[in-house]
């Protein structure tokens, strides 16, 4: 499988930005489904945000639509997440995650099968 490779993650106060971006490291690379989970201290991992193939429909846990954005360039092929407005809340490892199963659901940890090793988002307040 394809390896994913994540960065832009770092420290931030509350209320800051940051974008994340997500890259396959492979020679060769099918455009898929692909998503960001993150994982607090303590926590499971959580569905973040989900685009499709194409970039043209995007998912949102439901806390989170407005403040972030799920993105791809298709042409780099890189998919990015905007982090607007930071909350400590918000502090976690970002993974981004990619698909080659046909169907499933978006906002399920069982659906992708490439990962990246995550990038450090730390919040302070």
């Known amino acids: 499988q394809v390896q994913l490779v994540e960065s832009g993650g770092g420290l931030v106060q509350a209320g800051g930005s940051l974008r994340l971006s997500c890259a396959p490291s492979?020679?060769?690379?099918?455009?898929?489904?692909m998503a960001w989970f993150r994982q607090a201290p303590g926590k499971e991992r959580e569905f973040v945000a989900a685009i499709s193939t194409s970039g043209g429909s995007t998912k949102y846990v439901d806390s989170e639509r407005g403040r972030f954005t799920i993105s791809r360039d298709n042409a780099k092929n890189t998919v990015y997440l905007q982090m607007n407005s930071l909350k400590p809340e918000d502090t976690a490892v970002y993974y981004c995650?990619?698909?080659?199963?046909?169907?499933?659901?978006?906002?399920?940890?069982?659906?992708?099968?490439?990962w990246g090793q995550g990038t450090q988002v730390t919040v302070s307040s």
């Open positions: 995650a990619a698909t080659r199963r046909g169907s499933g659901a978006y906002s399920s940890l069982d659906y992708y099968d490439s």
């Open positions: 492979g020679r060769t690379f099918n455009r898929t489904p």
